[in-house]
């Protein structure tokens, strides 16, 4: 007995570790993909890049953007009306939640109330809307304040929530819809879309499964599980894939570790033109309050090299040549064959002839902040470009936090900083609206503090224009002012960049016929195919 | 009863050190950079939803009012709610400090299992080829970061070798309920021997990587410590009486040796749970010192409080143990404690 006793150990070690070399084999289509943390599974809170993966997945909306082309396409609804200030939607009528509720005009109506009442995340996009009315079960019927024409893309930013679902799980709170249901769907869902939640873990990982009865069906081929991982270090994200962990990266790897893991087998994925890199300038302290010297600098200002900073492959980079204030393929930009944006040190030294400082008067603060390592390079850059104008600058390392509290007064926004933004529903009022009308200047979009009336006209004609042509006309005329007045270098065209593993198909972003014009949408997963 | 007594004492010692803890860590939350407000709701939010938040938070009252506001929900076990997963801070840690603890507690073994035997080694072998062996894994332990080490360990048996896994704490084709949050002792609930085996092959790396300062560390304070007792005069009567080496050191050199060694484990060990972030980070390791400077950087007031106060409050607890653990060894140390106190 005291024998058996003694070699028990041994015999779980033995058989542990046995064990170990003899894993189960992974379900053929388990797709593994990684982010930033921390996922936010609630309709009414998220923003980032990883909770737009999880709504894009999780939830339905009215519409999708189409695919390959501008423009909204019907999805939980087929049709839509505008009629003045009121835009009417028919629905469908063969929707069901993954919980099993039909989907009804109620859900929409819940939702939107819901966005409002919490009022955070995308909630700001929805600020013109008035009130959504249920008219029958598949008709519903938004009211706006005033016309504004990118209501429709701002609804794929609206993920319908199962009503009846949420309101079994409602926490404490006041009122009659208590906690709205926060509590619960932090760690739940209550949507129709293709996947459903298997487990949340905000710091380490949301896991997926395939909804089989979803109402367009999931292919055969896409995943049967999915797995997002978030905070993953760029090591060991790239250790992960060449050894067969991992599928796809995130954007926000290093082009180093991008090459590298290209040379391990691993191809590219590309998601363009829904944002740009933007050096942005303060043009309330002097010297760029003078619209020379910022024209000098824009000048000045190496785009090459910048975009070679973004290299990945000779084919691949993360940025390409700006033509514009607007990034090529959004409404109102500038063909790429019409000419991109070059370094012109005649035209630079031209308008610093014509600036009313003396730059060796001045040191200007040029911003970098600390989460993004690569803004460091571009700052170098800067430093470098600039001093050949004679501008002494002073680089400074900024933590987000401190940042967005910095850019709140003109008086301590850095001289230059820099910012990726993008336009949160592909459509360029919620680019260039954020950034540039004098009502919203002191955000982390809008170090410029531009005061500029014909941008602030234009920017609302943009909002208010009743057709296409006339959008696209008014975000032309804005296009032509902001390179006039230059309150931002355009520093290139944001082309967002995924590694992915051999073992994953992602069409939507492989192939720009299929391509969305939405942040994250092309990582949706009933459109990705896994190879055995 | 001495023992009790000390106890006793050292823990009311540690509830004063916990209250000064709570109150500058909730001064210095609230005194770095950033509004939580903002944060929290996103760059979007309009001055109202920052304001609205601002007053729930009642981030507006004063600073006393707020700590004593804290405190009172404190004593109900309630940590608040975390901006950064708008859940409990009390589910969090929940969730998070199970894994850190898992991760230190192997590590902690380690050091003891490695560090210990490796120091005793080199003062038996003193000045020959498994002395200076020692003294150079152990400098090479001590002088290089963990996170060093977590990176070339992960390279060489991760990613060349493939012998051992890089992420997380169990292979995703496993599916373990959550009982303890222990993956070792759920896994074993489970029954489920496979998925014990494999979460053990998923800690190895992590916690060699977090113990190899530490056993560099007791390597050498054991050696120098067994170096010197082997000169004392009473070992020179042990081997006078032939009594073999190995009884020598095992008996004689080695208890008395333990003492310092075991007080720098014991620190050493507690020091781990905040130093073990870059670990985590490095190994995907959803633990409790990840979540720690995920919070600061977020300026989620709560969380960071919780956290800061679970993180000194396991420091404390490991410095009990120790003072009753060295007490234990030496009778001396234990009368001496029991007199002071």
Not at chain 1, 239 to 264: F, K, N, R, Y
Not at chain 1, 467 to 484: Q, S
């Amino acid at each position: 007995m005291t024998m058996h006793l003694s070699k028990m150990p041994k015999v779980a070690l033995l058989t542990a570790l046995f064990a170990t070399s003899a894993l189960p084999a992974l379900a053929g289509g388990t797709l593994r993909l990684d982010e930033v943390p921390v996922g936010e599974l609630d309709p009414g809170k998220a923003l980032d890049y990883a909770d737009s993966l999880l709504m894009f997945n999780v939830y339905d909306t009215l519409v999708m953007p189409t695919a390959g082309a501008p423009g909204q396409s019907p999805h939980l609804a087929t049709e839509w009306t505008i009629e003045g200030n009121l835009v009417t939607f028919k629905l469908r009528d063969d929707v069901k939640f993954q919980s099993g509720n039909a989907f009804t005009a109620d859900d929409v109506v819940f939702s939107f109330d819901r966005m409002k009442a919490l009022g955070q995340g995308n909630a700001y996009l929805f600020s013109t809307v008035e009130k959504a009315e249920a008219v029958d079960a598949n008709t519903v019927k938004f009211t706006l304040s005033a016309a504004y024409a990118p209501f429709i893309a701002s609804l794929t930013r609206l993920p319908i929530l199962d009503k009846a679902l949420v309101l079994q799980h409602l926490g404490d709170g006041e009122g009659e819809m208590k906690d709205w249901g926060q509590a619960w769907l932090s760690a739940n869902s209550a949507g129709s879309g293709a996947y459903k939640i298997v487990s949340h873990n905000p710091q380490s990982e949301t896991v997926m499964s395939r909804n089989d009865g979803y109402f367009l069906g999931v292919p055969a081929e896409a995943p049967d599980e999915v797995r997002l991982r978030y905070g993953l270090e760029a090591a060991t994200v790239r250790a992960m894939v060449s050894s067969g962990e991992h599928d796809i990266t995130s954007q926000w790897l290093p082009p180093e570790v991008m090459m590298a893991m290209v040379g391990d087998g691993a191809h590219l994925l590309q998601e363009a033109g829904t944002g740009g890199f933007y050096i942005k300038l303060n043009t309330q302290k002097a010297p760029l309050d003078d619209v020379n010297c910022r024209l000098a600098l824009a000048n000045a200002f190496d785009y090459q090299t910048a975009m070679a900073i973004t290299q990945i492959t000779p084919e691949v980079a993360g940025g390409t040549a700006p033509t514009g204030a607007i990034p090529v393929g959004m409404l109102g930009a500038k063909p790429r064959d019409g000419g991109t944006l070059t370094r012109n040190m005649d035209a630079a030294k031209d308008y610093l002839s014509k600036c009313a400082y003396n730059p060796a008067d001045y040191t200007l603060e040029l911003s970098w902040v600390a989460e993004v390592p690569l803004e460091e390079r571009f700052a170098l850059l800067m430093q470098q470009n600039f001093s050949e104008l004679g501008f002494n600058t002073e680089i400074v390392r900024v933590p987000w936090v401190l940042f967005t509290e910095r850019v709140a007064k003109p008086e301590t926004t850095p001289n230059i900083s820099q910012v990726f933004v993008t336009a949160v529903t592909g459509d360029p009022d919620t680019l260039l609206y954020p950034m540039y009308h004098s009502s919203l200047s002191g955000t982390w979009q809008s170090p410029e503090y531009l005061k500029d009336a014909e941008v602030d006209a234009l920017l609302d004609k943009g909002r208010t224009a009743a057709t296409p042509a006339d959008r696209e006309a008014a975000y032309a005329a804005v296009n032509d002012r902001l390179m006039a007045l230059a309150p931002t270098i355009y520093g290139f065209d944001r082309n967002t960049v995924m590694a992915a593993s051999s073992r994953v198909s992602v069409p939507a972003m492989e192939d720009p016929a299929k391509a969305y014009a939405l942040d994250g949408m092309g990582l949706s997963f009933r459109l990705m195919a896994m190879k055995d | 009863m001495g023992f009790l007594r000390i106890f006793l004492r050292r823990l009311g010692t540690a509830l004063l050190v916990l209250f000064g803890v709570s109150l500058l860590i909730f001064v210095i939350a609230r005194v770095i950079p950033g509004d939580p407000a903002r944060v929290a709701l996103g760059p979007n939010a309009t001055a109202e939803q920052v304001s609205a938040l601002r007053e729930m938070l009642r981030l507006d009252d004063p600073v006393p009012l707020q700590y004593l506001h804290y405190m009172g929900r404190l004593f109900q076990g309630d940590l608040g709610i975390s901006l950064y997963t708008n859940r409990p801070v009390t589910t969090d840690i929940a969730e998070f400090l199970p894994a850190t603890l898992e991760l230190i507690l192997l590590a902690g073994v380690m050091m003891v299992a490695i560090g210990l035997p490796l120091g005793i080694l080199a003062a038996r072998y003193r000045g020959r080829w498994p002395d200076h062996l020692v003294r150079i894994a152990a400098l090479l332990g001590v002088s290089a970061p963990s996170f060093v080490w977590a990176v070339v360990l992960m390279l060489i048996f991760g990613f060349w070798l493939q012998w051992l896994p890089i992420q997380s704490r169990l292979h995703d084709s496993f599916t373990i309920a959550p009982v303890t949050g222990f993956m070792l002792i759920d896994t074993l609930i489970a029954g489920n021997l496979a998925a014990f085996g494999n979460a053990i092959s998923h800690l190895i790396l992590p916690a060699f990587a977090l113990a190899l300062s530490g056993i560099g560390q007791a390597a050498r304070l054991t050696r120098a410590n067994m170096i010197e007792t082997y000169d004392k005069p009473y070992i020179e009567m042990a081997r006078a009486y032939g009594f073999p080496e190995g009884r020598i050191a095992r008996r004689y050199a080695f208890k008395p040796s333990l003492i310092p060694s075991l007080t720098i484990i014991g620190l050493d060990f507690a020091a781990m749970l905040g130093s073990a972030f870059l670990v985590e980070q490095v190994f995907g390791w959803p633990g409790l010192s990840r979540y720690g400077v995920q919070v600061i950087l977020r300026k989620d007031l709560n969380a960071i409080v919780g956290t800061v106060l679970i993180i000194a409050a396991l420091f404390l607890l490991m410095n009990i143990l120790v003072d009753l653990l060295t007490g234990l060894l030496n009778p001396r140390i234990r009368h001496a404690q029991g007199d002071k106190a």
